[in-house]
């Protein structure tokens, strides 16, 4: 939570989730994600959203992994799975143990300096400003739908947003 990089984009995911549901008329429930976490608790959600998953053990990761299988839906943001217990960047590209579960590794990540404008273009045509930082996603399965591509910058055409099919999730 102290982080300087990732504590932002935690709190303001956080907070944007929390505001779309309530706009929504959406209950939601929060769940403390640990190791003690049984897959019994995680099947009683239809969703579970994970925002920033940024610290992950290779023992949560096939919890989740699991509860996809299963037929559980997971949303996961930025900078997820890249660091392991003891806050120390997995040697393998980023999102580390959920690489297999989301079928992407990321290729580059940037934060959005004070004069840059990125944008991403949605499938459906609309068109919107990235918010903050960016990860330049690699699709490595075919039962990927890419969902928003970049517009500008280098990464311009390059995968924003992602759904990925895994078991019966």
């Known amino acids: 939570e102290l982080d300087s990089w990732h504590a932002p984009y935690l709190k303001n995911s956080q907070l944007a989730w929390f505001k779309a ?10 769940l403390n994600f640990n190791e003690q976490t049984l897959l019994d608790e995680l099947l009683s959600y239809k969703v579970l959203i994970y925002p ?17 299988r299963q037929g559980g839906k997971l949303v996961v943001g930025s ?22 579960l989301l079928g992407i590794t990321v290729e580059d990540f940037t ?25 330049v996603l690699k699709v490595n399965r075919q039962n990927i739908e890419v969902l928003a591509r970049y517009k500008s910058a280098y990464y311009e055409g390059k995968p924003a947003m992602v759904k990925s099919s895994f078991g019966q999730g």
């Open 21 to 30: 549901f309530q706009y929504n008329h959406i209950s939601v429930d929060v």
């Open 111 to 135: 934060k959005i300096g004070i004069n840059e404008n990125p944008r991403i273009e949605w499938v459906t045509g609309e068109v919107t400003k990235s918010e903050e930082f960016n990860e």
């Open 79 to 100: 900078r997820s799975g890249y660091k392991d217990k003891n806050a120390k960047p997995y040697m393998l590209p980023t999102p580390g143990p959920l690489s297999e």
């Open 52 to 68: 920033h998953a940024a610290i992950l053990t290779n023992q949560s990761a096939n919890l989740l992994k699991e509860f996809v």
